[in-house]
């Protein structure tokens, strides 16, 4: 298989359970390719329950249910282990939880896991001041470092979320609705996910949201079916519309 692109799903399948009274299992998608470039962001839209967390799991090999052929700069995901790719491809999900007993804590959890035996601190990997300047270009200048995770409403924790994410790297970023409960920071969170794709960052997110300009292309899932759409301007006029009747907050999850 020639694999071109910056990152590749290929004939990407997910069969579910049924609900119990009907038995057997119900096909959410079957053989969805596409591919995103190195610094490029790419809307996934389409109708709840159409199964768009499905294929960011999937393609975070966090999905059981799900099987398909993935790469990133060419390498199969086989080539990786399992921690590796998830570290490289990482999906932030849309009602994150955050562990630990303040907000600096749970922001350095991935380094404190990656040094477990090593020796070292997680302090030192990751400092207080740039934790800081990260959640303050979010908005999040009103959360102290010290403050408990419990204590934190939703659209903050979604932005810590986000800053411990965007801290570790990826190089694909797979992003499940992280703006939807940000409506006074969700320009700001834009602006920050647009500023890591330029540093090189590929990013796929869901969204309900209207068009912001920052993506280049939507991908739009719908009965099984992806289909693509060049982000000009006047099919960002409704790219992200959601169809009459559906809830927003709804989504088929593996």
Same mark, same amino acid.
């Given at each position: 298989?020639?694999?071109?692109?910056?990152?590749?799903?290929?004939?990407?399948?997910?069969?579910?359970?049924?609900?119990?009274?009907?038995?057997?299992?119900?096909?959410?998608?079957?053989?969805?390719?596409?591919?995103?470039?190195?610094?490029?962001?790419?809307?996934?839209?389409?109708?709840?329950?159409?199964?768009?967390?499905?294929?960011?799991?999937?393609?975070?090999? +966090?999905? !059981?249910?799900?099987?398909?052929?993935?790469?990133?700069?060419?390498?199969?995901?086989?080539?990786?282990?399992?921690?590796?790719?998830?570290?490289?491809?990482?999906?932030?999900?849309?009602?994150?939880?955050?562990?630990?007993?303040?907000?600096?804590?749970?922001?350095?959890? !991935?380094?404190? +896991?990656?040094?477990?035996?090593?020796?070292?601190?997680?302090?030192? +990997? +990751?400092?207080?001041?740039?934790?800081?300047?990260?959640?303050?270009?979010?908005?999040?200048?009103?959360?102290?470092?010290?403050?408990?995770?419990?204590?934190?409403?939703?659209?903050?924790?979604?932005?810590?979320?986000?800053?411990?994410?965007?801290?570790?790297?990826?190089?694909?970023?797979?992003?499940?609705?992280? %703006?939807?409960?940000?409506? %006074?920071?969700?320009?700001?969170?834009?602006?920050?996910?647009?500023?890591?794709?330029?540093?090189?960052?590929?990013?796929? *997110?869901? *969204?309900?949201?209207?068009?912001?300009?920052?993506?280049?292309?939507?991908?739009?899932?719908?009965?099984?079916?992806?289909?693509?759409?060049?982000?000009?301007?006047?099919?960002?006029? %409704?790219?992200?519309?959601?169809?009459?009747?559906?809830?927003?907050?709804?989504?088929?999850?593996?």
């Amino acid at each position: 298989m020639n694999m071109r692109s910056f990152f590749e799903a290929i004939s990407v399948s997910c069969v579910v359970p049924a609900q119990p009274q009907a038995g057997g299992e119900r096909t959410v998608f079957e053989n969805l390719s596409f591919a995103v470039e190195r610094g490029e962001i790419v809307d996934l839209v389409g109708p709840s329950g159409s199964g768009k967390s499905s294929l960011l799991t999937a393609c975070a090999r +966090l999905n !059981p249910h799900a099987h398909g052929t993935f790469a990133l700069e060419g390498k199969g995901s086989g080539e990786f282990t399992p921690q590796q790719w998830r570290r490289d491809v990482a999906y932030l999900p849309q009602k994150p939880i955050l562990t630990g007993k303040n907000v600096a804590e749970a922001i350095r959890l !991935p380094w404190t +896991l990656a040094i477990r035996g090593k020796g070292g601190k997680a302090e030192q +990997l +990751l400092p207080d001041e740039r934790i800081r300047t990260t959640l303050d270009a979010m908005g999040c200048e009103d959360i102290d470092l010290e403050r408990a995770p419990h204590d934190l409403s939703g659209g903050q924790t979604a932005r810590v979320a986000l800053a411990r994410t965007l801290l570790t790297d990826p190089k694909v970023l797979l992003a499940d609705e992280v %703006d939807a409960g940000l409506d %006074d920071n969700a320009a700001k969170v834009a602006t920050i996910m647009a500023d890591a794709a330029t540093r090189g960052m590929a990013i796929i *997110r869901i *969204r309900h949201r209207p068009p912001d300009g920052r993506a280049t292309r939507t991908l739009t899932l719908d009965k099984g079916r992806l289909t693509e759409r060049e982000m000009t301007d006047s099919a960002a006029q %409704d790219a992200n519309a959601v169809p009459d009747g559906a809830d927003e907050n709804e989504e088929t999850q593996a």
